[in-house]
T-cell receptor
């Protein structure tokens, strides 16, 4: 049982380059999330998807786009990477949005933008 | 606005002592409060959670207490062990049904 799988684990980009972070879950969860983690800032929500076919902005959506490809997959795209987007990115999923439903996190993607 | 404050940011305790981490939240409608543990270089993992209709919940050496009137909840770890060393995050749900996380507490258990 893989849980939540993220790829890649590490990535270095040059300013202005684009990339897509992939996330897939095999727990039949309805809701999926993308967080970024910066030192001293905790986990901040970038985008989330309450269910297949829906996406919404979180706390820090600027510079990112997402696609909920199907129930299993939720991707995060950086169209033009900036040094401020250097961070560790976590994908997570839950049975339902928020209320009383614990998250399962992926192992993270460490992104450096130079 | 939606906010969760977590204190302290770092905490050092001697092995065998207790550790307490406290979080306050801004929305009185919040009704689910999970705690996550993140070991160095690893993903956050859910360790315990509490709902607003319960005042306290225990799981072996870990307990969480909730004071709805004061809008704060706390994580208590008793008989701490070196493997408890990690960063702990609290979270609360808000009217939009999303979690907001606290900024984390780095717990160091000294042998």
């Amino acid at each position: 049982n893989a849980g939540v799988t993220q790829t890649p684990k590490f990535q270095v980009l040059k300013t202005g380059q684009s990339m897509t972070l992939q996330c897939a879950q095999d727990m039949n969860h309805n809701s999926m999330y993308w967080y970024r983690q910066d030192p001293g800032m905790g986990l901040r929500l970038i985008y989330y998807s309450a269910s297949e076919g829906t996406t919404d902005k979180g706390e820090v959506p600027n510079g990112y786009n997402v696609s909920r490809l199907n129930k299993r997959e939720f991707s995060l795209r950086l169209e033009s990477a900036a040094p401020s987007q250097t961070s560790v990115y976590f994908c997570a999923s839950s049975e339902a949005l928020g209320q009383g439903s614990g998250y399962t996190f992926g192992s993270g993607t460490r992104l450096t933008v130079v | 606005g939606e906010n969760v404050e977590q204190h302290p940011s770092t905490l050092s305790v001697q092995e065998g002592d207790s550790a307490v981490i406290k979080c306050t939240y801004s929305d009185s409608a919040s009704n689910y409060f999970p705690w996550y543990k993140q070991e160095l270089g690893k993903r956050p993992q859910l360790i315990i959670d509490i709902r607003s209709n319960v005042g306290e919940k225990k799981d072996q050496r870990i307990a969480v207490t909730l004071n709805k009137t004061a809008k704060h909840f706390s994580l208590h770890i008793t008989e701490t062990q070196p493997e408890d060393s990690a960063v702990y995050f609290c979270a609360a749900t808000f009217a939009t049904y999303k979690y907001i996380f606290g900024t984390g507490t780095r717990l160091k258990v000294l042998a």
